[in-house]
């Protein structure tokens, strides 16, 4: 059946300037995400090596803090990319460039208030408790942590430049900006791997420090094809701050709940309760997994701003068609996991040998984790592209509860298979729930909280 889907977009994108703009982005992200994902699963090996498993997993677990600095931003980032889709849509490139203007400086505030509370922490905090390991001095954790903590601030204001292009609906090139950041990256440590001794500080220098000076980059160009987005001394409005501030907030509610409480704190659970060398079994089996999520994500990404695009010219049979399509592609996206699933012990014995071991049942709950995530994906990408986010909120708020009480519960005595089985059963919720509200959107039947 898939074989007859995409030939049939391509024949309406034909006709269709907005089908084409999303064709077009699947195409081009798809190349830049493929690319990407061999740069993540060449990384993976390579830092295994460079490092060994201990040390490995203590830079897994790092990441799951600096995965917090994302969703600090207060949603401002999703609010700007939202109300820049709508102003474009309108042709309204003076309010798009103020809205612009606002949201860096709203997050350049921010970032250093966030950066003079949580640096001076990671020297007072027992980073040696965090992080149980036995070859990493406290010393090294705290200005490891603390160089990744600078890079990730600085990233977490340029990163608003690649939201412009979302907005404008040119995903392609916020893809081409991660790519180059991997394969950079991927460049460095190899020669670092050939020319010095193992650097847990090293490597977090570099995978921190080299998607910041590809994101300043990315800005001097946009300004310099994009002169009216330039902001003025006169761009600074903070009546459109009030408004990205108060429709971010929601974002980031749904962020620190079904993303930095659930998803985010895996690796710190599984460390904290199992060790680190077993985050480096969780995250070799979820790497392998994730190029599910990668490739759903090349072919929905587009389609947040396509869908907030159709909605401002009431152009709701094309949402219902294209929500269809993504459902239908979720169902093979699963179909593609089972067959995973079936060779993933050959796929671990290619990519990272005998130095780590991955239990069937770990990538079968892995695997299960995905499928629900991708779901939940499907469901929110036209719920935010709408506008549409109380119901997300609850939801949210709710999964989290269910989470939480089953962390409570298990307390780790099931190690990652548990961990996992925790998060499967908070977005079990949450995607049930969003498919029922799309379901009223595309009928448009949504009323009272259900269209808020």
Not at 54 to 64: D, R
Not at 106 to 125: D, K, Q, R
Not at 305 to 316: F, H, I, L, S
């Amino acid at each position: 059946m898939a074989g007859f889907v995409l030939p049939d977009i391509l024949s309406k994108a034909k006709k269709d300037h907005r089908s084409r703009v999303v064709i077009g982005n699947i195409i081009v992200s798809g190349a830049m995400k493929g690319c990407s994902l061999l740069c993540s699963l060449i990384m993976v090996p390579l830092t295994i090596n460079y490092l060994n498993p201990e040390n490995y997993g203590i830079w897994m677990a790092m990441t799951s803090i600096l995965y917090w600095f994302i969703f600090m931003d207060i949603g401002l980032g999703n609010g700007m990319r939202n109300y820049l889709a709508i102003y474009f849509a309108k042709d309204d490139y003076p309010k798009a460039r103020d809205c612009f203007a606002t949201s860096l400086f709203l997050l350049t505030v921010l970032a250093l208030l966030i950066g003079v509370i949580v640096i001076p922490l990671t020297y007072f905090l027992d980073l040696n408790y965090l992080f149980p390991a036995h070859q990493a001095s406290r010393t090294l954790l705290q200005s490891t942590l603390a160089i990744a903590v600078v890079f990730s601030l600085i990233q977490f204001v340029l990163k608003s430049v690649g939201l412009v292009y979302v907005a404008m609906q040119k995903y392609a090139i916020y893809d081409l900006m991660l790519f180059l950041s991997n394969i950079l990256s991927v460049i460095i440590i190899y020669i670092l791997t050939k020319t010095t001794e193992s650097s847990l500080t090293a490597v977090v220098t570099t995978i921190t420090a080299v998607p910041v000076f590809v994101f300043a980059g990315s800005a001097l160009m946009l300004f310099h094809k994009h002169r009216e987005l330039r902001p003025t001394r006169n761009s600074l409005d903070l009546s459109i701050g009030k408004e990205i501030i108060s429709k971010g907030l929601g974002f980031f509610i749904i962020q620190i709940t079904s993303c930095l409480f659930i998803f985010g704190s895996a690796n710190l659970l599984i460390s904290h309760y199992c060790g680190p060398e077993q985050v480096t079994v969780y995250n070799v089996a979820y790497k392998l997994f994730n190029v599910l999520i990668i490739g759903y994500t090349i072919l929905i990404s587009p389609m947040w701003n396509a869908y907030t695009d159709a909605a401002v010219k009431g152009d709701w049979m094309w949402i219902r068609k294209c929500f269809g399509k993504s459902l239908f592609l979720w169902g093979l996206s699963v179909a593609g996991g089972l067959i995973l699933l079936a060779l993933c012990g050959w796929f671990y014995s290619i990519w990272v040998g005998d130095g780590v071991t991955i239990p069937f049942e770990v990538s079968a709950s892995i695997l299960l984790y995905v499928s629900l995530f991708n779901l939940n994906n499907c469901t929110t990408y036209l719920i935010n592209g709408l506008n549409k986010i109380r119901i997300q909120i609850i939801t949210s708020f709710g999964a989290t509860i269910v989470y939480l009480i089953a962390i409570y519960v298990i307390k780790g005595n099931y190690g990652i298979i548990g961990i996992s089985l925790s998060m499967v059963a908070a977005y079990l919720l949450m995607s049930m729930v969003h498919l029922y509200q799309c379901h009223l959107f595309i009928r448009q039947k949504a009323m009272g909280i259900w269209n808020k």
